[in-house]
């Protein structure tokens, strides 16, 4: 069966501090991973997806970057982190077509102070 | 793009009511998906639609879609104190390769 795993389950960074999130996938080959992040008591933003190695979409122009090194590994990361970057990040899964069904993992809460 | 917009917001109902919630979106879709999330937990499938269907069940769980009103309902029958969590609707478009979310409901089933 596929597992998706996120670390850390919580960060707390100084303004102006480097960030590094990572997501894996377990059980599939190839599939499309995507990074959001919610607000406190709000929807979801989609920042980033990637189709495949190396291929990243972003969605929203922002403080942050994603990279994608390896077939079911993907990474947030950030040089300089601002107070508007906390939130909680989800990062999620689907088969080849991200329009239907998409798998969460449990979400990095990152709150910058 | 297309987007869910959920309503109500917030709802709160005693253990055996059942729970309804709607979701509208702007443009033509493909599919439409309503998702839990439990309090800072990741988001869980609950059901999805497609826009060739009127009515999806899945256990206690009952979705209608209407693409002429460009709206659909997820009614949750004889709930339980377990339900309590935010539900999500989301739209996906064939070949978007995207879901976009809506901003959420939160359901709390008092005991």
């Known amino acids: 069966s596929q597992t998706i795993h996120q670390w850390p389950a919580t960060l707390v960074q100084p303004v102006g501090s480097p960030l590094s999130l990572e997501c894996t996938v377990e059980g599939t080959s190839n599939p499309n991973l995507y990074w959001y992040r919610q607000a406190a008591g709000r929807g979801l933003q989609l920042l980033f997806y990637s189709v495949g190695i190396g291929q990243i979409s972003s969605e929203v122009p922002q403080n942050l970057s994603a990279s994608r090194p390896q077939d079911r590994q993907f990474i947030l990361s950030s040089k300089k982190l601002l107070l508007s970057d906390s939130g909680f990040y989800l990062c999620a899964w689907s088969g080849d077509r991200g329009e239907e069904t998409q798998y969460f993992g449990p979400g990095t809460r990152l709150l910058v102070l | 793009s297309q987007q869910g917009e959920e309503d109500p917001q917030a709802l709160s109902i005693q253990e055996g009511e059942n729970a309804t919630m709607n979701c509208s979106y702007k443009t033509s879709i493909n599919n439409l998906q309503w998702y839990r999330q439990n309090s800072g937990r990741g988001l869980v499938h609950l059901i999805l639609?497609?826009?060739?269907?009127r009515e999806k069940h899945s256990g206690r769980l009952r979705v209608t879609l209407d693409t002429s009103k460009k709206s659909s309902s997820l009614l949750i029958t004889a709930s339980r104190a377990a339900d309590t969590a935010s539900y999500f609707c989301a739209t996906g478009l064939y070949g978007n390769n995207r879901l976009a979310f809506g901003k959420g409901n939160q359901v709390v089933v008092i005991p």
């Open positions: 639609i497609r826009s060739n269907e």
